[in-house]
């Protein structure tokens, strides 16, 4: 059953599908003699092409190639390997030779790849027609592209040349025939006739194809002719057995005689192969007709490219398709097509063709009349290569409808803010709002480009968070002012800086941090590195500095490799030698890497892997695929490696199987493919609700439109709307609460404020609200409100006059005051610096700005007390929720209902909890990773990896940084020296991480649930390595302090350790410990101490057992375990903590029978993590405070092993520690809160 179950294995192609030969047939060229012959070349007629051979794929059959293995029949289908033009041979004279049988045919079927036409293929390799010569004509290339029903394209190479007429010259069938020549025809000499190659591949290499040709043409003249098929047959063969170069950064040289050809790799799986030269449309046009047209394509216009010039047409469209990527042609694309075919239905809905007008006397009325034919097409773009014009298919000019490029995407071709506009979690994109946005005059852009296929292509991959070459692009050009953005919950309004640059556009300023940061962490000093030249341009090292986001890259290396001699391409056992030569030069090329260079090592793994599988070796293929792993997993050709496991027979199943690394491997392979189909992608646009909507689908719908997405925060604003009636909200009710929101939106981003009063705020501030008029004490104007303080903008001559900052109120309440028989309503604001009390007569709007400025007096103050900025941006949200719920609801309730977002305010007046005063004094900073999330999340593990200077950095690379793992594998990385975001959300697979730590400068190593190591690039940030060796969720990762790793060791639950060589990534050292429930390790002296729950195991780095650390009886019966332990060598005592003990016990090294001291930890529930930090131990866990659990920190001394600080700064338990070079501790805690603070160690 296992044999019948064995599947066929598709093999990767070679570099080419098809090779063909066209021309004349064999009567018209005997009727061509005779014709010639009376009246003269001159007066010959063009001639009709046609295929007369055909060569595919693979050559060798099944019996010539019995020295492969047994299984080689599911290598490859038993297809035929060529094919001739299928004739009837003429009867001969009896005086002109032996007779030939007439009915003999010589023709083979075969397979064509899908995709080609034959029919349609002589037109294609012939536009211009087929036509003899008086005389040799220079040899000719030209290029294809073919589509499939599918939408999968080949790409063709088409070399034509001339042969003299002669009567040996039909080399039909590869046969010579037995006609002797004929003294009258040898005046024929002067007739030459054309013939063309076309090769066939899967892959764009259209220089290096050219020049395969090229090598080929010189052969194809040498030859005699019955040898032609021959020739051709063999250099197909040959470029069958090139493999592709897989991505990355080597290349592939082939000998082709007198030729060596590189054929390049693309640049990542994302990205094309390019093999064309890039500024050819440059050449042809003016740059504003490239901008024009490359408008065109991003507004899926139907496009039409001419030229007389059938050799440009592919390659100038190739090049502009080129200059999409990231974005990609979705629709039909015919790169050349011979004007005698294009009379065809013009009526398709997006094509992009390019037509050949071949130059004859007659070439202006041909090119009238087809012109004459497109215009009456609606809505054809007519590109002009020659001339370097475009035209509409209309007969006025002042009927184009071509939309302009706006100047930032002509300049950077991003489209940055569109991200503003997404919501992830329900995959949403609100185009009304991002359209709004856009300026006047970039709307109808826009609004043809948000219809096309291609944006719409866009917006799934930036909805499901691809790291594609667009993600890589966006993130390496991001200014600091857009990652700090991305942290914030509160709505985004335009800075001072912003204003500023629109008033005198470029701005120079002084360069600064703009958030709160951590004040002695701005003490690790880097000198700035000077930037890399990436390209011959003079690179301006101030420009370079301001928050213009020029991508500045230095070039990457390649490397080329010469792949050996195909001697006999056509002989079995050449090619097995050919085969076992060129994985004896690969193994050789491997040998002499070093081990830091994973990149290239990689690339030929996979090539010996494909090589291997040519052979048939399919266990060697899996072992060499496999190794990428642990190389470069992003080129890992998945789908093939399930192919090859389901094509491989039962005892070779049987003998992977025996190899660990293959067993695991072929596990994964299975069970992904038996993966339930992926969740849909579709994107949806968003809508105003047309139903009443309970609390649930409320939350769904704010989420959607971009308003907030903090799930607590929509609870409150539907109380706030609802308050007073049934618990649902109407349709009505949505769409003015919405509309109110953005009409204020809009106001702001057109708030400008006078340069006088932009020099009393900081570049960083947003006004955020704008009163009416107002009447004050200090003047008439208008009271403006950042997130730092409130102003006066005073009328008549524009001034600035300082209100208070939040941090400087004292109190603020709202009354009225007198004026002639009226009361008129009157904020008061009192500061703790000023005697002064200001005062506002605010009116109607004077209960909303009461409720709104103690709202952030009450955000501010806590922000303060907990060192937490978010309070700050959190209180802006509830400040602008109640200004549009007052806006919405406009009844005299409205003020009611916007308390109901009053919350902080509500917080410390209902729950004045002050911080304790030495949890103030050592909590420095906090940050929140999951700001806008839809929620807090658990932060699992953190981990601090100091700054270093490395030349082949950028200089944000070389700051301290600090990684935070969340739930789900997500990642983020902030910057230690700013505590903004360095990396925003990136996977480490899809379960829960367990250990981090840093094996070397470049690289972090990551422990997960799902039992790989993952290995992340400190430098690029990507996870393109991967460790399977453990079989249970690995729980420890630990390296030797002090010097340069050479070793880590890792350990899973079901006991297993293993040593890794950090260079080579190999097992150097490998046991099995008795017991089960291993959830951490330690190494000090050589020993490893493992923690085994019900014991703590110190075993040798090679797995022998020294002692044994065993839980006491009292908490044996407690039904306890070991959590996790701390070696204190100098004071000889090893720290542990129990699950679900409030206490710590310390053990003495010299006798660890000994019953162990205990610290009791007051108020302490449980212990869940602990470090040691210079001479103390830090130990993280969960307690009462004030009466309330709360996240605790205790910090005990070594020396006197008493509690020295009881820290409380979280609302959730303190789930994970890390040091900072000893100067700072960080704690992260449950996803109650989901934040992490930075202490100071004393």
Same mark, same amino acid.
């Given at each position: 059953?296992?044999?019948?179950?064995?599947?066929?294995?598709?093999?990767?192609?070679?570099?080419?599908?098809?090779?063909?030969?066209?021309?004349?047939?064999?009567?018209?060229?005997?009727?061509?003699?005779?014709?010639?012959?009376?009246?003269?070349?001159?007066?010959?007629?063009?001639?009709?092409?046609?295929?007369?051979?055909?060569?595919?794929?693979?050559?060798?059959?099944?019996?010539?190639?019995?020295?492969?293995?047994?299984?080689?029949?599911?290598?490859?289908?038993?297809?035929?390997?060529?094919?001739?033009?299928?004739?009837?041979?003429?009867?001969?004279?009896?005086?002109?030779?032996?007779?030939?049988?007439?009915?003999?045919?010589?023709?083979?079927?075969?397979?064509?790849?899908?995709?080609?036409?034959?029919?349609?293929?002589?037109?294609?390799?012939?536009?211009?027609?087929?036509?003899?010569?008086?005389?040799?004509?220079?040899?000719?290339?030209?290029?294809?592209?073919?589509?499939?029903?599918?939408?999968?394209?080949?790409?063709?190479?088409?070399?034509?040349?001339?042969?003299?007429?002669?009567?040996?010259?039909?080399?039909?069938?590869?046969?010579?025939?037995?006609?002797?020549?004929?003294?009258?025809?040898?005046?024929?000499?002067?007739?030459?006739?054309?013939?063309?190659?076309?090769?066939?591949?899967?892959?764009?290499?259209?220089?290096?194809?050219?020049?395969?040709?090229?090598?080929?043409?010189?052969?194809?003249?040498?030859?005699?002719?019955?040898?032609?098929?021959?020739?051709?047959?063999?250099?197909?063969?040959?470029?069958?057995?090139?493999?592709?170069?897989?991505?990355?950064?080597?290349?592939?040289?082939?000998?082709?005689?007198?030729?060596?050809?590189?054929?390049?790799?693309?640049?990542?799986?994302?990205?094309?192969?390019?093999?064309?030269?890039?500024?050819?449309?440059?050449?042809?046009?003016?740059?504003? #007709?490239?901008?024009?047209?490359?408008?065109?394509?991003?507004?899926?216009?139907?496009?039409?490219?001419?030229?007389?010039?059938?050799?440009?047409?592919?390659?100038?469209?190739?090049?502009?398709?080129?200059?999409?990527?990231?974005?990609?042609?979705?629709?039909?694309?015919?790169?050349?097509?011979?004007?005698?075919?294009?009379?065809?239905?013009?009526?398709?809905?997006?094509?992009?063709?390019?037509?050949?007008?071949?130059?004859?006397?007659?070439?202006?009325?041909?090119?009238?009349?087809?012109?004459?034919?497109?215009?009456?097409?609606?809505?054809?773009?007519?590109? $002009?290569?020659?001339?370097?014009?475009?035209?509409?298919?209309?007969?006025?000019?002042?009927?184009?409808?071509?939309?302009?490029?706006?100047?930032?995407?002509?300049?950077?071709?991003?489209?940055?803010?569109?991200?503003?506009?997404?919501?992830?979690?329900?995959?949403?994109?609100?185009?009304?709002?991002?359209?709004?946005?856009?300026?006047?005059?970039?709307?109808?852009?826009?609004?043809?480009?948000?219809?096309?296929?291609?944006?719409?292509?866009?917006?799934?991959?930036?909805?499901?968070?691809?790291?594609?070459?667009?993600?890589?692009?966006?993130?390496?050009?991001?200014?600091?002012?857009?990652?700090?953005?991305?942290?914030?919950?509160?709505?985004?309004?335009?800075?001072?800086?912003?204003?500023?640059?629109?008033?005198?556009?470029?701005?120079?300023?002084?360069?600064?941090?703009?958030?709160?940061?951590?004040?002695?962490?701005?003490?690790?000093?880097?000198?700035?590195?000077?930037?890399?030249?990436?390209?011959?341009?003079?690179?301006?090292?101030?420009?370079?500095?301001?928050?213009?986001?020029?991508?500045?890259?230095?070039?990457?290396?390649?490397?080329?490799?010469?792949?050996?001699?195909?001697?006999?391409?056509?002989?079995?056992?050449?090619?097995?030698?050919?085969?076992?030569?060129?994985?004896?030069?690969?193994?050789?090329?491997?040998?002499?890497?070093?081990?830091?260079?994973?990149?290239?090592?990689?690339?030929?793994?996979?090539?010996?892997?494909?090589?291997?599988?040519?052979?048939?070796?399919?266990?060697?293929?899996?072992?060499?695929?496999?190794?990428?792993?642990?190389?470069?997993?992003?080129?890992?050709?998945?789908?093939?490696?399930?192919?090859?496991?389901?094509?491989?027979?039962?005892?070779?199943?049987?003998?992977?199987?025996?190899?660990?690394?293959?067993?695991?491997?072929?596990?994964?392979?299975?069970?992904?493919?038996?993966?339930?189909?992926?969740?849909?992608?579709?994107?949806?646009?968003?809508?105003?609700?047309?139903?009443?909507?309970?609390?649930?689908?409320?939350?769904?719908?704010?989420?959607?439109?971009?308003?907030?997405?903090?799930?607590?925060?929509?609870?409150?604003?539907? $109380?706030?709307?609802?308050?007073?009636?049934?618990?649902?909200?109407?349709?009505?009710?949505?769409?003015?609460?919405?509309?109110?929101?953005?009409?204020?939106?809009?106001?702001?981003?057109?708030?400008?404020?006078?340069?006088?009063?932009?020099?009393?705020?900081?570049?960083?501030?947003?006004?955020?609200?704008?009163?009416?008029?107002?009447?004050?004490?200090?003047?008439?104007?208008?009271?403006?409100?950042?997130?730092?303080?409130?102003?006066?903008?005073?009328?008549?001559?524009?001034?600035?006059?300082?209100?208070?900052?939040?941090?400087?109120?004292?109190?603020?309440?709202?009354?009225?005051?007198?004026?002639?028989?009226?009361?008129?309503?009157?904020?008061?604001?009192?500061?703790?610096?000023?005697?002064?009390?200001?005062?506002?007569?605010?009116?109607?709007?004077?209960?909303?700005?009461?409720?709104?400025?103690?709202?952030?007096?009450?955000?501010?103050?806590?922000?303060?007390?907990?060192?937490?900025?978010?309070?700050?941006?959190?209180?802006?949200?509830?400040?602008?929720?109640?200004?549009?719920?007052?806006?919405?609801?406009?009844?005299?309730?409205?003020?009611?209902?916007?308390?109901?977002?009053?919350?902080?305010?509500?917080?410390?007046?209902?729950?004045?909890?002050?911080?304790?005063?030495?949890?103030?004094?050592?909590?420095?900073? #906090?940050?929140?990773?999951?700001?806008?999330?839809?929620?807090?999340?658990?932060?699992?593990?953190?981990?601090?990896?100091?700054?270093?200077?490395?030349?082949?950095?950028?200089?944000?690379?070389?700051?301290?940084?600090?990684?935070?793992?969340?739930?789900?594998?997500?990642?983020?990385?902030?910057?230690?020296?700013?505590?903004?975001?360095?990396?925003?959300?990136?996977?480490?697979?899809?379960?829960?991480?367990?250990?981090?730590?840093?094996?070397?400068?470049?690289?972090?190593?990551?422990?997960?649930?799902?039992?790989?190591?993952?290995?992340?690039?400190?430098?690029?940030?990507?996870?393109?390595?991967?460790?399977?060796?453990?079989?249970?969720?690995?729980?420890?990762?630990?390296?030797?302090?002090?010097?340069?790793?050479?070793?880590?060791?890792?350990?899973?639950?079901?006991?297993?350790?293993?040593?890794?060589?950090?260079?080579?990534?190999?097992?150097?050292?490998?046991?099995?410990?008795?017991?089960?429930?291993?959830?951490?390790?330690?190494?000090?002296?050589?020993?490893?101490?493992?923690?085994?729950?019900?014991?703590?195991?110190?075993?040798?780095?090679?797995?022998?057992?020294?002692?044994?650390?065993?839980?006491?009886?009292?908490?044996?019966?407690?039904?306890?375990?070991?959590?996790?332990?701390?070696?204190?060598?100098?004071?000889?005592?090893?720290?542990?903590?129990?699950?679900?003990?409030?206490?710590?016990?310390?053990?003495?090294?010299?006798?660890?029978?000994?019953?162990?001291?205990?610290?009791?930890?007051?108020?302490?529930?449980?212990?869940?993590?602990?470090?040691?930090?210079?001479?103390?131990?830090?130990?993280?866990?969960?307690?009462?405070?004030?009466?309330?659990?709360?996240?605790?920190?205790?910090?005990?001394?070594?020396?006197?092993?008493?509690?020295?600080?009881?820290?409380?700064?979280?609302?959730?338990?303190?789930?994970?520690?890390?040091?900072?070079?000893?100067?700072?501790?960080?704690?992260?805690?449950?996803?109650?809160?989901?934040?992490?603070?930075?202490?100071?160690?004393?």
């Amino acid at each position: 059953m296992a044999e019948a179950s064995q599947q066929h294995l598709s093999l990767p192609s070679g570099l080419v599908e098809l090779c063909a030969l066209l021309g004349a047939p064999r009567d018209s060229l005997r009727s061509l003699e005779q014709f010639s012959q009376k009246r003269g070349v001159r007066s010959l007629s063009s001639l009709d092409p046609e295929v007369l051979s055909v060569f595919v794929p693979p050559f060798i059959s099944k019996e010539d190639s019995q020295w492969a293995s047994g299984n080689y029949a599911t290598l490859g289908k038993g297809r035929r390997r060529s094919f001739r033009k299928k004739r009837e041979k003429p009867k001969t004279e009896p005086w002109k030779g032996p007779p030939v049988d007439s009915k003999r045919h010589d023709s083979e079927d075969i397979s064509i790849p899908g995709g080609v036409d034959l029919l349609a293929l002589p037109q294609l390799c012939f536009p211009g027609g087929m036509h003899v010569a008086s005389e040799p004509k220079e040899d000719h290339v030209h290029f294809l592209v073919l589509t499939d029903v599918c939408g999968n394209r080949t790409y063709g190479v088409v070399a034509q040349y001339y042969r003299p007429l002669h009567d040996d010259c039909c080399f039909y069938n590869g046969t010579a025939h037995w006609e002797p020549s004929w003294p009258s025809i040898v005046g024929v000499a002067g007739c030459f006739v054309p013939f063309a190659v076309c090769v066939i591949s899967r892959f764009p290499y259209y220089n290096s194809l050219k020049d395969c040709l090229s090598c080929l043409l010189t052969h194809l003249k040498l030859c005699k002719d019955f040898e032609v098929d021959n020739h051709i047959k063999d250099f197909a063969a040959r470029l069958s057995l090139i493999p592709s170069p897989p991505p990355g950064p080597l290349h592939l040289m082939f000998n082709m005689k007198p030729l060596h050809v590189v054929f390049p790799s693309r640049a990542d799986p994302e990205s094309p192969v390019i093999d064309l030269d890039l500024h050819l449309p440059l050449l042809c046009f003016q740059p504003e #007709k490239v901008l024009q047209i490359l408008s065109c394509l991003l507004t899926e216009q139907r496009i039409v490219f001419f030229s007389s010039d059938w050799a440009l047409l592919t390659l100038i469209a190739e090049c502009f398709m080129v200059y999409l990527h990231p974005l990609q042609w979705q629709h039909t694309f015919v790169p050349i097509l011979s004007a005698l075919l294009a009379g065809g239905n013009w009526r398709l809905t997006v094509v992009c063709l390019c037509i050949y007008f071949p130059v004859t006397n007659d070439v202006e009325h041909l090119f009238m009349c087809l012109l004459a034919t497109l215009r009456e097409a609606d809505g054809l773009i007519l590109i $002009d290569i020659d001339h370097g014009s475009i035209t509409c298919s209309k007969y006025s000019d002042n009927d184009m409808n071509i939309p302009d490029i706006p100047l930032l995407v002509a300049q950077m071709f991003i489209q940055r803010e569109v991200k503003n506009h997404l919501n992830y979690e329900h995959r949403v994109f609100n185009s009304e709002e991002f359209l709004k946005t856009r300026a006047t005059g970039e709307q109808q852009f826009y609004k043809q480009v948000l219809d096309t296929y291609m944006f719409h292509s866009f917006l799934k991959a930036r909805l499901s968070r691809r790291m594609d070459a667009y993600a890589q692009m966006d993130l390496d050009t991001q200014s600091e002012e857009d990652r700090i953005t991305g942290m914030l919950i509160s709505p985004r309004r335009p800075t001072v800086e912003k204003m500023a640059s629109r008033k005198s556009s470029p701005l120079h300023t002084t360069h600064r941090r703009m958030v709160v940061s951590m004040p002695s962490l701005q003490d690790i000093a880097l000198p700035e590195l000077p930037p890399r030249n990436a390209s011959l341009r003079i690179m301006d090292t101030t420009a370079s500095r301001n928050s213009s986001p020029v991508l500045n890259m230095a070039p990457k290396s390649t490397y080329t490799f010469k792949i050996p001699e195909i001697h006999f391409p056509l002989v079995s056992q050449c090619i097995q030698a050919y085969h076992a030569n060129f994985i004896t030069l690969l193994s050789k090329a491997m040998s002499l890497l070093g081990p830091d260079n994973s990149l290239l090592l990689a690339r030929y793994f996979y090539l010996r892997g494909l090589v291997h599988l040519m052979q048939g070796q399919l266990l060697s293929a899996l072992s060499d695929f496999q190794n990428l792993y642990k190389t470069d997993i992003q080129i890992f050709p998945a789908d093939l490696v399930k192919g090859t496991v389901e094509s491989m027979s039962a005892p070779e199943r049987t003998q992977a199987e025996r190899t660990p690394e293959l067993r695991r491997l072929i596990t994964e392979v299975l069970d992904k493919s038996g993966e339930a189909t992926k969740a849909d992608d579709a994107v949806k646009h968003f809508e105003l609700p047309k139903k009443h909507m309970q609390l649930e689908d409320f939350v769904k719908r704010i989420q959607e439109s971009g308003i907030v997405k903090d799930t607590n925060i929509i609870h409150r604003l539907f $109380d706030a709307l609802t308050v007073g009636q049934q618990k649902l909200i109407d349709p009505e009710t949505f769409r003015d609460f919405y509309n109110c929101w953005k009409e204020t939106e809009a106001e702001a981003q057109e708030v400008s404020l006078p340069s006088l009063v932009m020099e009393h705020l900081d570049k960083n501030e947003c006004v955020y609200k704008l009163s009416s008029s107002v009447k004050t004490n200090r003047g008439v104007g208008k009271i403006a409100m950042t997130q730092k303080r409130l102003f006066l903008l005073t009328e008549g001559r524009p001034g600035y006059v300082e209100i208070s900052t939040f941090r400087n109120i004292e109190e603020v309440r709202s009354t009225t005051v007198a004026f002639l028989l009226l009361r008129i309503p009157t904020l008061k604001i009192k500061m703790a610096s000023k005697k002064e009390v200001f005062e506002a007569n605010l009116k109607s709007e004077c209960d909303l700005w009461h409720l709104m400025v103690k709202e952030m007096w009450a955000g501010k103050k806590l922000a303060d007390d907990h060192k937490d900025p978010q309070y700050v941006h959190q209180a802006l949200t509830n400040v602008l929720l109640m200004d549009a719920v007052v806006g919405t609801l406009q009844s005299p309730g409205a003020i009611y209902a916007a308390s109901k977002l009053s919350y902080f305010d509500k917080m410390k007046n209902e729950m004045p909890m002050a911080v304790p005063k030495t949890t103030s004094e050592t909590l420095k900073h #906090k940050i929140n990773p999951s700001a806008g999330e839809t929620g807090p999340q658990a932060i699992d593990v953190l981990l601090y990896t100091p700054g270093h200077l490395d030349p082949a950095e950028k200089v944000e690379d070389a700051h301290p940084k600090l990684w935070c793992a969340l739930s789900e594998g997500r990642m983020i990385v902030f910057d230690a020296s700013s505590w903004t975001i360095h990396q925003h959300c990136f996977k480490v697979g899809t379960s829960k991480v367990n250990c981090m730590v840093m094996a070397e400068q470049s690289q972090v190593w990551v422990g997960s649930d799902d039992s790989v190591i993952y290995i992340i690039n400190v430098h690029s940030m990507s996870c393109n390595k991967q460790l399977t060796d453990h079989r249970t969720a690995v729980t420890g990762l630990i390296v030797q302090d002090g010097k340069k790793p050479s070793e880590v060791y890792s350990c899973s639950l079901d006991g297993t350790v293993l040593a890794w060589n950090v260079s080579t990534l190999r097992v150097t050292c490998h046991f099995q410990l008795p017991c089960c429930g291993l959830t951490s390790i330690s190494l000090h002296s050589n020993s490893l101490w493992c923690c085994t729950g019900g014991s703590i195991v110190v075993v040798t780095t090679h797995g022998l057992l020294c002692q044994e650390l065993r839980i006491d009886e009292d908490l044996r019966e407690a039904k306890t375990s070991f959590l996790g332990l701390q070696l204190l060598p100098e004071q000889g005592q090893v720290w542990t903590a129990c699950a679900g003990r409030g206490e710590v016990y310390i053990w003495s090294l010299q006798d660890l029978a000994q019953a162990p001291q205990r610290i009791h930890l007051q108020d302490c529930s449980e212990v869940s993590c602990m470090i040691r930090v210079k001479r103390q131990v830090w130990v993280g866990g969960r307690g009462l405070s004030q009466g309330r659990p709360k996240g605790k920190i205790y910090v005990i001394d070594v020396e006197r092993k008493t509690v020295e600080k009881e820290l409380v700064a979280h609302a959730d338990t303190v789930r994970t520690l890390c040091s900072a070079e000893d100067r700072y501790v960080l704690s992260g805690s449950g996803r109650e809160e989901g934040k992490i603070a930075i202490w100071k160690v004393e």
